[in-house]
Nanobody, 124 residues
Framework: VQLQASGGGLVQPGGSLRLSCAAS????????IGWFRQAAGEEREFVAAIKAGGGHKYYLDFVKGWFAVSRDNAKNTVSLQLNNLRPEDTAVYYC??????????????????WGQGTQVTVSS
């Protein structure tokens, strides 16, 4: 069982990136997939999640309207579209899979499997 996040990079303020989370050894659509980020010196924080079966989506209030999470079941991937990026969005972004329920979907404990992160840097 392995998760891999990719798609990070350096982007100017106002730019966009599309992160992808790929899995091997299991089907992502069977799990709630969460995206978290961790800035230097900060704790890891919830960004977005999509429930198993492509159902409800959840977002950190700060990114609502700018970020969008989606599934591509044919490719067994989950994507996080980052739009209108700001310097404060700079962080390592992680994807995670688990059986999170509504009360745990924004918490680290709601997820069992974690991928290595991908760095997103927003700077001019």
């Amino acid at each position: 069982v392995q998760l891999q996040a990719s798609g990070g990079g350096l982007v100017q303020p106002g730019g966009s990136l599309r992160l992808s989370c790929a899995a091997s050894g299991f089907t992502l659509d069977d799990y709630t997939i969460g995206w978290f980020r961790q800035a230097a010196g900060e704790e890891r924080e919830f960004v977005a999640a999509i429930k198993a079966g492509g159902g409800h989506k959840y977002y950190l209030d700060f990114v609502k309207g700018w970020f969008a999470v989606s599934r591509d079941n044919a490719k067994n991937t989950v994507s996080l579209q980052l739009n209108n990026l700001r310097p404060e969005d700079t962080a390592v972004y992680y994807c995670a899979a688990g059986r999170a329920i509504v009360s745990t979907i924004t918490t680290l404990g709601g997820y069992t499997y974690w991928g290595q992160g991908t760095q997103v840097t927003v700077s001019s």
